[in-house]
């Protein structure tokens, strides 16, 4: 008995799954909440150029990271909605995953979390926390403590994943604006 529980726990810590991971919602459950009025959803996915990344990164002040960013554009008929941009950022241990909805005018319009994997921090998940981002862009207050709320006991999961919604900001000014 005692070696059938290690090799479950062998076989989990293998997997690379963590014990605490939620998934809150699906990348369509996401589209959804974002854009309830959209009839159709595009694949928009993103390469930035040299000279892009750059743009991003003196925007965000944070390294642009990625080249490749997964992107949906949201219709009503042939009119633009929006966008949303999927992410993933290191709370304190584990990955977590967030969409970031994005007006035309590269304003955010919602955020997101998909699944959380920490232990600890899941705070993040609440509409006030959340409701934070919302009309605010990569030049206007983006960052803890400036504009954002730090939640006590999610310092990291708030820091990180606010990096990432200024950096998604800076994208959509640099590449999504209209």
């Known amino acids: 008995?005692?070696?059938?529980?290690l090799a479950t726990l062998a076989a989990t810590a293998a997997a690379g799954g963590s014990a605490f991971a939620t998934q809150y919602l699906t990348v369509e459950q996401a589209q959804r909440a974002m854009f309830p009025d959209a009839t159709r959803f595009a694949d928009a996915s993103l390469q930035l150029?040299?000279?892009?990344?750059?743009?991003?990164e003196k925007l965000a002040g944070l390294p642009a990271r990625s080249v490749n960013w997964?992107?949906?554009?949201?219709?009503?008929?042939?009119?633009?909605l929006g966008h949303m941009v999927l992410d993933d950022v290191i709370g304190k241990f584990e990955l977590i995953s967030y969409a970031v909805g994005v007006n035309p005018d590269a304003s955010i319009k919602q955020v997101e979390i998909l699944t959380y994997r920490e232990s600890h921090g899941f705070e993040i998940k609440s509409p006030a926390?959340?409701?934070?981002?919302?009309?605010?862009?990569?030049?206007?207050?983006?960052?803890?403590?400036?504009?954002?709320?730090?939640?006590?006991?999610?310092?990291?999961?708030?820091?990180?994943?606010?990096?990432?919604?200024?950096?998604i900001a800076a994208i959509a000014q640099v590449m999504l604006k209209k």
């Open 1 to 5: 008995m005692k070696s059938l529980h």
């Open 49 to 56: 150029a040299p000279e892009q990344m750059r743009q991003v």
């Open 70 to 80: 997964r992107v949906f554009a949201a219709y009503r008929g042939d009119a633009l």
């Open 129 to 167: 926390w959340r409701k934070q981002f919302v009309g605010k862009t990569a030049q206007s207050g983006l960052a803890v403590g400036e504009g954002i709320a730090n939640i006590s006991g999610a310092t990291l999961s708030c820091t990180h994943v606010t990096d990432g919604v200024r950096r």
